[in-house]
């Protein structure tokens, strides 16, 4: 069984979107969302499609910010 994704910013529980997948049609699992990564340089955040709508490129690049900050903050 694979890694269970989640958006990280809603928790929606979702799936990776993948070209292949989007190209024939799939649509994810009922519950399931579609999640994309959004990255900036060597950092990235999961993100359902509902939630890049809502926060758009600004509110994403806060939500990632804050991520990295998080993780400098646990490494010390």
């Known amino acids: ?35 994309t990564s959004f990255s900036m340089g060597a950092y990235a955040i999961r993100a359902c499609a509902i939630c890049r709508q809502e926060l758009g490129e600004d509110g994403l690049r806060r939500k990632l910010r804050e991520k990295v900050r998080r993780m400098e903050e646990r490494k010390g």
């Open 1 to 35: 069984m694979g890694k269970e994704w989640v958006c990280e910013i809603c928790g929606r529980p979702g799936l990776p979107s993948e070209p292949a997948a989007l190209s024939n049609g799939m649509e994810p699992p009922e519950g399931k969302v579609e999640l």
